[in-house]
């Protein structure tokens, strides 16, 4: 018998997590606080500013050791002079403008002074510093980048163009360069050969596609497609001015890899943590909610257990002895036929928490979760067996329709970029549970070749043990022990062994399932 008492209803709300991100390369009226980025050829690293009535200043020390500048106050001029291989820039502390190489241009403000140390508006770098400096200076605003040295800097645009289905988006590259693209594990990876990319912010998602990635710290552009998406075509055209490639995503079958394209490697690093540009092939990463792809664990949850024998039968026959019996079964032909590892949330006569059962499963990183158990009813004519999946509450639902896009990438301190869950934990099964229910169908067919089912075979309802495996699962209740002769079968090594195949056979049924090629 199930646990369905427990589920803490409670613990099925949503918090809304809301992001701010401090504000943005596109914030409007007041300037942005967060640093800009200086990229050169060596690498990139963050250049502090600070807000001063509604400018943005940088300081002049920070600059003078970047561009190796000699900066002197002039007291007697009320400036700053400001020198670089003989060539000088004098600014102005009372009028918004400065002299460079004896040439006057403006500035949005005159030099200031916070403290001990000076500043200038960012706009000096491009205004001032970069008529004087050797190498090329591109100080890029909307992407704020600050560009020093001959660096391929790609500006990409990435559109969708019809949210379908079919989808259609498209990502513009300016200038015309070399780009690559592949499709892997519900991804399609846009690469673009440069040293670095200045990208719009991209749309938010729609139609087929769950999450757009496109941030300047990696060359390559990820779209996650939904489970729905069929394979999708990817065409580049290039122009003089730039090359632009276009995504068409059909609706059908989930997607997945060709059975051509190698399997993917076995751990592949997430997308944020690659340097700038790695091989496409090893930035294959899923998402959480997306088929797995593959059976290599599963988590077979033998019912109760220690001072909890779930139910009793008139003659004596405990629950818990009987879901550890089937359950070492199944374990055994799965093993021994499957070459699946098989995690057992126990294997002997001990009590485990709903939550200690999830940890087990959640923690072995299984791909399957099956939960083992024998039911009981007052009436002792009931019997046959029965399937159950997670049936979500309402706020279960909302997270199920929002889990796939629920991973977003932040910047990370030091460079790079960060994937966040914010699914909660009692939430796990809520994206998977269009897998579990096809899982659950499965073994609901397969059983009935095997043993008396009951009258509502297959049924959805809250279970505690379910609602926080983040994988597919199920629960089976093998026949009613409240039942006489259905006391003494499931004892016998008969049905035990009728059960274990019946449910061995949907997970072979399952695994083909997961590992089936995409249909084109
Ligand atoms: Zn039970």
Known sequence: MYDGSRLRTAGLCVIAVVLVLASGPHAQGTAPASPLTLVTRDGRRPLPTTILNNQEFIALDDLASMFQLTVREDALAGGVTISYKGRTIVASADQPMASVNGRVVTMPAP?????????????????????????????????????VGNIRVARVVVRIDAAGPPTRASVEVTPALLVSSMFDAGRVLVRVEADMLDVAPPPAPAGLIDQIQATNQTTIIAFALNARAATPR??????????????????????????????PPPAPPPLGTLPAAPPAAEVVTPLPGQRTARLQTMVIDPGHGGDDAGVRGSKGALEKQVTLEVSRRLKSLIETRLGVRVVMTRDDDRAVSPDGRDAIANNSKADLFLSVHVNGAPAPAMKGAEVYYLRLDRAGEDARRSTAASELVLPAVGGGTRPIDVIRWDLAQASHVDNSSRFAS??????????????????????????GVNMPAALVEIAYLTNAQQEQAVQSAEFQGGVAQAIFDAIVRFRAFLEAPATP
Do not use: N, W
Request: net charge positive; hydrophobic share 40%; proline share 13%.
């Open 111 to 147: 030099v200031a002074r916070i403290g001990r140390r000076l500043f200038v508006p960012i706009d000096f770098i491009a205004r001032a510093v970069a008529p004087i400096y050797d190498s090329p200076i591109d100080l890029r605003r909307a992407s704020r980048l600050l560009v």
């Open 442 to 467: 499965m073994l609901e067919e397969e059983l009935e070749k095997h043993t008396p089912m009951g009258p509502r075979p297959l049924q959805q309802a809250p279970i505690r043990v379910l609602s």
């Open 234 to 263: 990817v065409s580049t055209t290039t122009t003089t001015e730039s090359t632009r490639v276009t995504i068409e995503i059909p609706p059908g079958a989930p997607a997945q890899e060709t059975s051509a394209a190698p399997p």
